[in-house]
């Protein structure tokens, strides 16, 4: 029996030190820290692996990721080309704009004008797909 406590002690002890578990622990720390505004601790605000993250196609894992962030081609090329921000049905073009609002934009899933972004792009590979899928048939990339 005092083996057994010792025992479960010292894997307890060994936990807490496991210097893994420390690191992810100042890095979700570090991440509490972001302010809420961020986008993409909005769709993701604990740190970890991220399996949606990973599609077949390297093209499809940029642009889901920029959707992420915010920062799509669609939403900041003016800045690259020095001309004004890009303004679709009277708003400027975000990645809300563009999956949520543009009424000029085909093969819009039924579920969408009724979620959030955070939640149209969370880590299911369903939801991941849906997008990609609606964004190449409207061909945006
Ligand atoms: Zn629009």
């Not at 010292?10 to 622990?25: A, C, M, P, Y």
């Not at 809300?96 to 579920?111: D, G, Q, T, V």
Request: glycine fraction near 2%; charge should be positive; include cysteine.
């Amino acid at each position: 029996m005092y083996l057994e406590e010792n025992y479960k002690l010292v894997e307890r002890i060994q936990g807490d030190f496991n210097i893994s578990n420390i690191l992810k622990k100042n890095w979700q720390t570090q991440w509490d820290n972001v302010s809420n505004t961020n986008k993409l601790k909005s769709i993701k605000p604990v740190i970890g692996k991220w399996s949606s993250s990973s599609q077949d196609k390297r093209h499809e894992e940029v642009v889901l990721t920029r959707l992420r962030v915010g920062h799509c081609n669609f939403t900041h090329v003016y800045l690259f080309k020095k001309e004004d921000k890009p303004m679709c049905c009277n708003e400027p073009v975000t990645v809300e704009h563009i999956l949520m609002k543009c009424s000029r934009l085909r093969f819009r899933p039924s579920n969408f004008p009724l979620s959030s972004v955070p939640e149209i792009l969370k880590n299911d590979p369903d939801s991941v797909n849906v997008v990609l899928r609606f964004l190449k048939n409207n061909k945006i990339n």
